[in-house]
């Protein structure tokens, strides 16, 4: 019965007194968020511009074409960012009550941070920071939507570049370590979108010395046996019935 793993999950929440949230990708595609990777498009995106997602989304595309790295950025990815849903919501709602400690995430649209949560490590980066790639001066997004062709910086002229993490790309080291240390601290790990084998989840386990992992997948997949609780849903419905609780839930309705 998923009303019963809700409610040992809620239990194991709200007793936690340090709990870390990850997010898979998962998330945020089913919120609009563009996905460089998502198949349904494929066909579309080679015709628009003659390369695939996958070849324009990625380093040496941004460094040998710019133009085109832009007009396919400002139309598919800043063309698509999504809009945080219940989920986003529910998770800034345990922030605010002392209970969510972190919610480490690869998602580059700042989902967690534009539903009102706080202390984001957002691996790959975010739209929303743009730096000059000499002075560092900053920019918001609206400024990389409003250049033509390639945004150059007003100071020094040079391109200013997204934070975003692409393909081909490191992840940035101080991030990877302040994820690592939050996880190492958690005492119970909520997992968002994803499944126990893929790399966001593997990679930060070997630093998990809590005694609680739960999983929200809507999938069910062979790892799962590996998480503690396993409830199969999306995270944007079950997160908040196991924050506010299903009796609340059934009185707003
Ligand atoms: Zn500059």
Redesign the pocket.
């Known amino acids: 019965m998923i009303a019963n793993k809700i409610q040992v999950a809620r239990r194991a929440i709200m007793k936690s007194s340090y709990l870390v949230c990850l997010q898979g990708h998962d998330t945020s595609t089913d919120r609009g968020c563009f996905d460089y990777r998502d198949s349904n498009a494929v066909y579309d995106i080679e015709e628009k511009y003659g390369y695939s997602s996958e070849e324009m989304f990625h380093a040496g595309f941004y460094n040998t074409r710019p133009e085109q790295f832009f007009k396919y950025y400002k139309q598919e990815v800043l063309g698509h960012i999504g809009t945080p849903g219940k989920g986003a919501l529910a998770l800034a709602e345990l922030e605010r009550r002392g209970i969510l400690k972190c919610i480490i995430t690869r998602e580059i649209f700042s989902l967690a941070r534009r539903g009102g949560c706080e202390n984001v490590v957002e691996l790959h980066g975010s739209i929303f920071q743009n730096i000059?790639?000499?002075?560092?001066?900053e920019y918001p997004m609206e400024y990389i939507i409003r250049a033509k062709g390639v945004p150059l910086?007003?100071?020094?002229?040079?391109p200013?570049r997204p934070q975003v993490c692409l393909v081909g790309e490191q992840v940035d080291n101080a991030r990877v370590t302040r994820a690592a240390e939050k996880v190492e601290k958690a005492d119970v790990l909520l997992l968002l979108g994803c499944t126990m084998n893929q790399k966001l989840v593997t990679t930060h386990l070997k630093y998990f010395d809590g005694n609680k992992v739960i999983l929200i997948n809507p999938e069910e997949h062979f790892s799962d046996i590996k998480a503690d609780i396993v409830i199969h849903g999306k995270a944007e419905d079950i997160l908040p019935r196991i924050v506010y609780g299903d009796r609340k839930d059934d009185e707003r309705e």
């Open positions: 000059c790639s000499h002075c560092w001066k910086c007003e100071k020094c002229h040079r200013v």
